[in-house]
């Protein structure tokens, strides 16, 4: 490719939306530089011990059996921050991974690769609360806007209701019994449960063996042998490649290597398409600028090779930033560009909380005859969820045992369980750290324990988000510092949200309820390059022309609380056909 049209920074869940878009619908060349590695492509068939091919733009690279071979679906060698294969740093895993100043108690959660932090998710993919677009007076578009594309983005991603088992029949009980009526749209205005809308196929009526996929289910669970869509087995965290032997695109979960990087690939099909590269182990360190007197214009990129260390220049008519909510900021003020204040600020988190929910088998049985447990971790990792337009919502979740453990027990801001009292007006009955004899006996109700995570409606506020750190830099300069504070009235809503799902425990019929009263957890993360502040209605930056950010970090608020990557990767396509009509 020569230069390319555009430049996309960071092969995320936004960024390969967005050069899908410009290549197919608007005929323009795109080159995507991804900072972390390529998973399930020949043509890194090592991606963490040998540096492997340059660049990549022919969907025939993709290998699914490769993926499988790579994802290995064991939790530790997947979901460990530090030497997992899923992680923020260096494809080489003989070199540490990326560090980020996070100076409280908190987690950040994030993945850096081909697929970016979509290689975790669970691929909830609920659309915005229309009220939190349209009433909240922070976004400059609105949300019938955005409709058009969320509908593209659904289609592509196969969104679709999830399947239930055990576990969701026990969340509809309680909900149901707490009075909460069942939604039955997209575009949610009042409170109530509905099943989950995931980007995850559908296992369908039909497997290899024609037995419906349930617990006496024995036929094959590879594609080779006719099996499609979801396989129930609730591996999204560890990358989700079921079912094996599927090529790429056919995995059920559709995290962006799966649905939008393909179709970025893939434009065959389409004669007046451009051409899309994707380049990983590329980390962007500088935007390039026009010296000119005037208007600042952006005119291409510097990036960095991670296996040789060697840097290039990468001149282009329109830049995209597309690498997350802290490093977009970060690559922001690393590359000297104006800083009116709301650069990097305004981070909403959706101020989670998990309020865990024990059970005896036979109030599982009871509900649903033909399950003894709940089993957490069988079936999608969500399926079923509660929203509540203007405070936030709820989704109930199940995960595997190493992330149960530390999701319920062990991640909390209120102290030890033992001798931290719980008010008695309160609907739970503990709250904190669980640890010792204490927490094997807890987690000895594994197969009988889930929990509801909290979604809050957190605003934008300045104090909140990624600044550089003066102290400390790595190979790509200043690291970022990140700070996320909640504001009283987030503290308020997310209070608010706890006691209901501790009610809907309690009305399902939960023997125990523990709230884990969790510390910042930061893998929603948006609005730290916000439209309205930092760009204007078309996600371009006010100070810098030809400089567009198609990522979380545009998004102008928390979405009101609903899982932010169906709306991330519809704003990005919006972006893509305003960069066209724009420029092109
Ligand atoms: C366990 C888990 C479960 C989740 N579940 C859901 C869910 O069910 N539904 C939902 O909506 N969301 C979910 N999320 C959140 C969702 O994954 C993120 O919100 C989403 O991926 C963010 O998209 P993004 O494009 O903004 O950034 P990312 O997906 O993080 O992508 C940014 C990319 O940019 C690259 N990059 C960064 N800096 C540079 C640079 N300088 N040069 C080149 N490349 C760079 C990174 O390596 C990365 O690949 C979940 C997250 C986690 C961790």
Redesign the pocket.
């Known amino acids: 490719m020569n230069d390319p049209d555009v430049v996309v ?7 390969p939306a967005t050069a899908s878009r410009l290549a197919r619908e608007h005929g323009l060349d795109v080159l995507i ?4 590695p390529w998973h399930g492509n020949d043509q890194w068939p090592e991606p963490h011990a040998d540096a492997g091919g340059t660049v990549s733009t022919d969907p025939d690279d993709l290998d699914g059996k490769l993926l499988d071979e790579q994802f290995t679906h064991r939790e530790a060698d997947a979901n460990d921050p530090t030497h997992g294969y899923l992680r ?1 740093g260096p494809a080489d895993h003989s070199r540490a991974p990326w560090f980020r100043n996070l100076h409280q108690n908190a987690f950040i ?10 290689l ?6 609920p659309r915005a609360y229309p009220h939190a677009i349209d009433e909240q007076d922070h976004w400059p578009i609105s949300y019938e806007e955005l409709v058009p594309y969320y509908q593209l983005n659904e289609e592509v991603t196969s969104t679709q209701q999830a399947p239930m088992t055990a576990k969701e029949e026990v969340f509809i009980e309680g909900a149901t019994n707490a009075g909460y009526p069942r939604i039955d749209t997209k575009n949610v205005t009042e409170t109530g449960w509905r099943p989950q809308a ?1 980007a995850v196929s559908d296992p369908g009526e039909e497997t290899p063996t024609n037995q419906p996929l349930d617990a006496d289910y024995e036929g094959s669970f590879s594609y080779d042998d006719g099996f499609r869509g979801d396989t129930l087995v609730g591996d999204h ?1 560890q990358g989700g490649s079921t079912p094996v032997d599927a090529p790429v695109r056919e995995k059920s979960r559709k995290s ?1 290597n799966v649905s939008w990087v393909p179709r970025a690939l893939d434009t065959n099909d389409n004669s007046d398409a451009g051409n899309v590269a994707i380049r990983p182990n ?4 500088n935007i390039e600028t026009n010296d000119g007197i005037g208007t600042i214009e952006a005119t291409g990129v510097t ?1 960095r090779d991670s296996w040789s260390g060697s840097s290039q220049t990468v001149s282009t008519d329109v830049v995209v930033l ?4 802290i ?2 900021p970060r ?1 922001w003020l690393n590359s000297g560009l104006p800083d009116d204040g709301w650069v990097g600020k305004g981070l909403t988190t959706h101020w989670f909380d998990w309020i865990v929910g024990v059970y005896d088998d036979e109030t599982v049985a009871e509900i649903n005859p033909e399950s003894e447990h709940m089993d957490p971790y069988i079936g999608q990792n ?1 399926a079923v969820r509660f929203d509540k337009p203007g405070v936030g919502g709820m989704e109930d979740i199940g995960m595997s045992p190493g992330l149960v453990s530390y999701a319920d027990y062990l991640f909390t801001e209120a102290g030890y369980s033992f001798d931290t009292p719980v008010d008695p007006g309160e609907p739970w009955d503990t709250r904190g750290y669980v640890v010792g004899e204490d927490l094997k006996r807890k987690m000895s109700d594994y197969r009988q324990t889930k929990a509801l995570l909290i979604l809050t409606d957190d605003l934008p506020r300045q104090d909140n988000g990624v600044s550089l750190d003066n102290t400390f830099s790595d190979e ?1 300069g200043p690291v970022p510092k990140v700070k996320y504070e909640p504001h009283p009235d987030d503290d308020a809503k997310r209070d608010e949200l706890a006691r209901i799902a501790a009610n809907i425990h309690r009305e399902a019929g939960a023997e125990h309820v523990h709230r884990s009263e969790w510390p910042p957890l930061l ?3 948006q609005s730290t390059m916000r439209m309205g502040k930092v760009l204007d209605e078309n996600a371009e930056a006010k100070n810098v022309s030809r400089l567009f950010v198609a ?3 545009a998004l102008a608020n928390g979405l009101g609380g609903p ?4 709306t ?1 990767q519809a704003l990005a396509l919006r972006t893509a056909d305003r960069i066209g009509d724009l420029y092109f």
């Open positions: 920074i960071g092969a995320g869940a936004d960024g530089l991804e900072g972390g923020v959660w994030q993945v850096g690769a081909v697929g970016g932090t979509s975790h998710y669970f691929a909830n993919h995931n965290f962006a590329a980390f962007v360190t990036f597309a690498a997350g909510c490093e977009s690559l969500s790509h893998l929603h993360m990522d979380h970090s899982n932010p990557t169906n991330g």
